[in-house]
């Protein structure tokens, strides 16, 4: 009786360890990544393109295992990495329109025939700066050059 209580198998049997805590933690971490998605899309709603994506939910309820939970909350990283520099280089770019427009104004006799919209520059509307000739073809003969500001959207006919 003593050699049997001593064996492997008389052992009490082995549990799966305790997933709660990692769960947990798992979801805090997908839960803080998606308001941060969120923040990141809603920061670029103005400008075209910024979306936050698909996250490829399930069409029925389940409990996911700690793989699948690691998996989305990898995925929802990426996600918020691609949206904050895709956000970080739309307004560099757009720094860089809107130093371009200030430019145009300063000396429109070096930016000849030069556009930028609004969309260029991150801003709702459809107003453009370009810069044409001063007094149409005499001022395209003289080189006397502006810049030309459009009133916005034109009237619908």
Known sequence: MIGAAASPSAQAPRTAPDEAPARRALHAQI????????????????????????????????????????????GLAARVAGARAELRDRRAREADRLALVA???????????????????????????????RWGPVGLLADWWRVKVSSGCPLAT
């Open 31 to 74: 839960e803080r990544l998606e308001r941060d998605l969120a923040r990141t899309v809603a920061a670029g709603w103005q400008r075209d393109g910024l979306t936050a994506g698909h996250g490829g939910r399930s069409d029925r309820p389940r409990l996911r295992d700690l793989g699948e939970l690691e998996a989305i909350r990898d």
């Open 103 to 133: 430019e145009m104004v300063a000396a429109p006799e070096r930016h000849r025939w030069r556009r930028v919209s609004h969309a260029d520059v991150g801003r709702p509307g459809c107003r453009e700066w370009r810069v044409v000739p």
